[in-house]
C-alpha cells in the first residue's frame, strides 16, 4: 500500500489539496489523515474509495498508477542498484502517471515531449 499512498499524497499536493481538506472531506481529525497518509494506519478499502474520488481518480487508476511505477523500477537494473537511481525512476513515473490521471490518457505524449524539452 506504500506505493498508493505515495501517489495519493503526490496527487492530493499536485491539486492543490491540503491535509487539511482532505481530513476534513473524510471526516477525519487532521491528525488521524496524517497517519494515513504517513502509512501509520492502514487505509481501509472504503477510506481508499472516498480519497480517490476526492482526487478525482478511480481506486484502478491509483493500483495502475502503482503496478506501472512498480515494474519501471524493476525495468531500470543500471539505476536500481542505488537508492538516489530508484528515487528518481520512481518519481518521474510517478509524475508522468499523475499527469496522465490528471489531463487525461492522451496526454503521455504532452509529457515525454516537455520531459525530453526539459532534458529529464
Do not use: C, P
Not at 539505476?79 to 530508484?86: D, K, N
Not at 513515473?93 to 525530453?116: C, F, P, Q, S
Amino acid at each position: 500500500m506504500d506505493g498508493i499512498i505515495s501517489i495519493i499524497k503526490k496527487l492530493r499536493k499536485f491539486k492543490g489539496i491540503t491535509q487539511e481538506a482532505m481530513a476534513e472531506q473524510l471526516h477525519l481529525s487532521v491528525r488521524a489523515y496524517q497517519k494515513l497518509e504517513s502509512g501509520q494506519t492502514r487505509i481501509d478499502i472504503d477510506r481508499l474509495q472516498q480519497m480517490a474520488a476526492i482526487l478525482e481518480v478511480s481506486i484502478s487508476d491509483l493500483v495502475t498508477a502503482k503496478f506501472n511505477t512498480e515494474n519501471q523500477l524493476l525495468r531500470s537494473k543500471s539505476l536500481w542498484r542505488s537508492e538516489t537511481g530508484v528515487q528518481k525512476i520512481l518519481e518521474e513515473w510517478t509524475d508522468r502517471l499523475l499527469h496522465v490521471l490528471i489531463k487525461g490518457k492522451g496526454a503521455e505524449m504532452e509529457y515525454l515531449n516537455r520531459a525530453k524539452e526539459e532534458g529529464l
